[in-house]
């Protein structure tokens, strides 16, 4: 009797659990985040701000939405450029699509537009 017990329990927890695996997309907090990207966007890019601009640093501060290829959420971070160029005329305050990518761990944008 008590093996049967033990059977009914363990069934008990094992199909929620088998119901939430077969689902593609179960509801978590990661699926609810804003993307950052606006439609049309390719998805390594994120909509942001700049905060900063600092060229002999080659960084920028950035407030952004999540980054998906780097499987961060939104945030307000610093990060290096590829090219110093890039920072010839940008400003704080400016709205942007950015592209992320990391290179020997140091986060590095790899391409900026201006939004208007």
Request: glycine residues 6%; without cysteine; proline residues 8%.
């Amino acid at each position: 009797m008590k093996r049967i017990q033990t059977l009914a329990v363990a069934i008990a927890f094992t199909l929620p659990l088998a119901a939430y695996a077969a689902d593609p997309a179960p509801m978590n907090p990661g699926n609810m985040l804003d993307t950052g990207a606006m439609p049309g966007m390719p998805a390594s890019m994120a909509q942001g701000e700049i905060r900063k601009v600092d060229k002999p640093a080659r960084k920028l501060t950035i407030k952004h939405g999540t980054l998906p290829n780097l499987d961060m959420t939104a945030r307000h971070m610093v990060y290096r450029v590829k090219d110093p160029a890039m920072l010839n005329q940008r400003k704080a305050g400016e709205k942007i699509n950015f592209a992320a990518e990391s290179f020997n761990g140091v986060l590095t944008v790899t391409n900026i537009e201006t939004t208007k």
